[in-house]
Nanobody, 119 residues
Framework: QVQLVESGGGLVQPGGSRRLSCAASGRSSFNNYAMGWFSQFPGKQRELVATIISDSITNYADSVKGRFTISGDSANHTVQLQINSLKPEDTAVYYC????????????WGQGTQVTVSS
């Protein structure tokens, strides 16, 4: 069973930075899987933040381009999200996601990590 464990959330002042990490386990390889991050704001559905495939092919939501950077280490089954210039509106629960890009599809979620941006 695939498990995702996130870390790195917390309270950050506006303008600050945070690095979120996610470690995947339960498979010997995550080839053909995209790893990524989603955010969920209070009362809203989860939204894509960024994804990465093969440690290099990235996709970002327009709202985070230039401030968020996703990176992956497929050998160690980890994915990170560097978030800079944080704004109060970035306050959300951030979820790690792993998705098989071939059929049959498989999708896994972490438990989420809270990032609160406040002075």
């Amino acid at each position: 069973q695939v498990q995702l464990v996130e870390s790195g959330g917390g309270l950050v002042q506006p303008g600050g930075s945070r690095r979120l990490s996610c470690a995947a386990s339960g498979r010997s390889s995550f080839n053909n899987y995209a790893m990524g991050w989603f955010s969920q704001f209070p009362g809203k559905q989860r939204e894509l933040v960024a994804t990465i495939i093969s440690d290099s092919i990235t996709n970002y939501a327009d709202s985070v381009k230039g401030r968020f950077t996703i990176s992956g280490d497929s050998a160690n089954h980890t994915v990170q999200l560097q978030i800079n210039s944080l704004k109060p509106e970035d306050t959300a629960v951030y979820y790690c996601n792993v998705r098989r890009v071939l059929l049959p599809t498989e999708t896994y979620w972490g438990q989420g990590t809270q990032v609160t941006v406040s002075s």
